[in-house]
């Protein structure tokens, strides 16, 4: 309406005023009963966008690959290392060492006179020194005997214990140690070849650890049920993902644990 529209319907009085303003008031009405629920699912439409892992139980799998934005921290005023007060940790010497070397002086330090053929007495410093022993693979060659029956001439021949399928295999030791520098400290497999290499000069090939990885699971097998079925039963229970790529596919490593208990998969 216009202006003046407005002003002729105010000349007429109180209820042409009334029979105009009414009927908007109850338009406004019906307007505002159909944006409440618009603007409510507007916010939730909103809220979902927002939620991400970080702020709500949502898997980060469900988000696929984001890549993290740098840290907003700043740089702290304190030195690098241990802190005033921290109790840090260093080697203590043992009571028994494994072998011990005496350093004896050979001439006197004033008057140059031999002392080979003096006796000394130790001093009361001690200096110790822990170090590796060489590292090297043992080696156990197995053989079976053959004896022949007395009674029917029959040859009977030894059986090789069931770990030692071929002519030339690693022993639980090495296997252990393959097997843990992948799955505990998750080396990549061309790194833990080129670390046996180095430290026995024999090559641990992806084959072999292959079968030492199967053969540890399958020996682990009643103790992952056991694992499971714990944290299945626990009042309280944390569960988690992480994202890892492999043969550059994205994956992820799920885990469920209790304070006793933890379950990758």
């Known amino acids: 309406m216009t202006h003046e529209e407005i002003q002729a319907v105010y000349k007429q009085g109180p209820e ?25 699912q507007g916010r939730a439409l909103e809220d979902r966008l927002a939620t991400n892992s970080r702020n709500s139980s949502k898997p980060p799998s469900s988000e696929g690959f984001v890549k993290q934005t740098r840290s907003l921290r700043q740089p702290s005023q304190r030195k690098s ?15 028994e060492p494994d072998q011990r070397v005496q350093h004896a002086p050979t001439q006197c330090a004033a008057c140059g006179t031999a002392l080979s053929e003096v006796a000394g007495r130790l001093g009361e410093e001690r200096r110790q020194v822990f170090e590796l022993p060489p590292l090297h693979l043992v080696v156990t060659e197995h053989r079976v005997i053959i004896k022949v029956c007395p009674g029917c001439g029959q040859d009977n021949v030894g059986t090789f214990p069931a770990e030692v399928p071929c002519g030339a295999s690693y022993g639980a030791g090495g296997k252990s140690l393959l097997t843990s520098l992948t799955q505990e400290h998750l080396l990549p497999c061309a790194r833990r070849c080129q670390l046996f290499t180095d430290w026995f000069g024999q090559p641990g090939s992806e084959g072999t ?9 399958a020996a682990l097998v009643e103790t992952e049920t056991r694992i499971k079925q714990g944290v299945t039963n626990a009042a309280v229970a944390h569960f988690d993902e992480t994202g890892l790529y492999v ?19």
């Open 16 to 40: 042409a005023v009334i029979a105009l303003v009414e009927p908007l008031f109850l338009l406004i009405a019906q307007q505002q009963e159909q944006i409440t629920p618009l603007q409510a």
């Open 209 to 217: 650890l292959q079968t030492a990885v199967q053969d540890c699971a």
């Open 247 to 265: 043969a550059d596919k994205r994956g992820w490593l799920h885990t469920a644990s209790t304070a006793q208990l933890t379950h990758y998969a």
């Open 81 to 95: 290392g241990g802190q005033p007060g921290h109790p840090g940790a260093t080697l203590q010497q043992v009571a």
